[in-house]
């Protein structure tokens, strides 16, 4: 089905960062950022999954840029987790990548489906 592969993109991601947010210490600031970033590191897949429910074009169009700025969320917590560093670079460098490779991909498919 169209968008599948998207949808299984941010899933994995989601399940990349809940296994990230898992390794991190249990310090009051580490959890802080684990709190902010499990509850948006999960969003930006159920927005997707909406949108390809929508009822529209232009409710399509929303949902995915609501999942676009989850993402660009997720991405910046992932950043603070790094220049803290509060884990191991190796855990985010691909994760982050694959976010900055999402927001990409949603921003891309919002303004497609708005000039349609």
């Known amino acids: 089905m169209k968008g599948d592969d998207i949808a299984q993109r941010l899933l994995s991601f989601a399940v990349q960062v809940l296994h990230v ?3 991190l210490p249990k310090s009051p600031e580490a959890q ?3 709190r902010q970033r499990s509850r948006c590191a999960t969003a930006p897949g159920a927005h997707y999954e909406e949108a390809r429910g929508a009822e529209s074009r232009a409710d ?3 949902k995915v840029k609501i999942a676009d700025k989850e993402m660009r969320e997720s991405r910046y917590w992932l950043r603070v ?3 803290a560093e509060l ?3 190796l855990d985010l460098e691909g994760v982050i990548d694959e976010a900055g490779q999402l927001v990409a991909i949603l921003t891309a498919s919002a303004k ?3 000039h349609r």
Request: proline share 11%.
């Open 87 to 89: 884990a191991p670079p």
């Open 21 to 23: 947010l898992g390794k």
């Open 32 to 34: 802080h950022v684990v």
């Open 112 to 114: 497609t489906a708005a």
């Open 60 to 62: 399509f169009v929303h």
């Open 81 to 83: 987790i790094q220049h």
